[in-house]
């Protein structure tokens, strides 16, 4: 009688491969689309401090934003400051008597 041995550790390695293979191209595209979110960052310092009042940001959200590492996406963190900026402006106007 013969017995394979191999046969069965080999397909079970492919499942595993293909996995490392998905987890790397992702790890890669949040790489790429950090640093393509940090590139667009850096647009927002040459905005005047009014047209940056206008999307609900100052130039001191962008100087605490830009000192996040640099796996960290700025543009994630400077939208969290704008949302929360945003709903406690809402928040005084609702509650004014």
Same mark, same amino acid.
């Given at each position: 009688?013969?017995?394979? %041995?191999?046969?069965?550790?080999?397909?079970?390695? $492919?499942?595993? *491969?293909?996995?490392?293979?998905?987890?790397?191209? /992702?790890? *890669?595209?949040? %790489?790429?689309? $950090?640093?393509? /979110?940090?590139? !667009?960052?850096?647009?927002?310092? !040459?905005?005047?401090?009014?047209?940056? +009042? &206008?999307?609900?940001?100052?130039?001191? &959200? *962008?100087?605490? $934003?830009? @000192?996040? =590492?640099? #796996?960290?996406? =700025?543009? $994630?963190?400077? @939208?969290?400051? +704008?949302?929360?900026?945003?709903?406690?402006?809402? &928040? #005084? +106007?609702?509650?004014?008597?």
């Amino acid at each position: 009688m013969f017995s394979i %041995v191999g046969t069965s550790t080999s397909a079970s390695r $492919a499942p595993a *491969l293909g996995a490392s293979l998905r987890r790397m191209g /992702n790890a *890669l595209y949040r %790489v790429w689309k $950090a640093w393509r /979110n940090r590139r !667009e960052f850096y647009r927002l310092g !040459e905005m005047s401090d009014a047209e940056l +009042a &206008d999307i609900g940001l100052t130039r001191s &959200d *962008l100087s605490v $934003a830009v @000192g996040l =590492p640099l #796996g960290v996406d =700025p543009t $994630a963190h400077l @939208g969290a400051i +704008a949302q929360s900026r945003f709903r406690s402006i809402e &928040d #005084g +106007a609702r509650c004014v008597s």
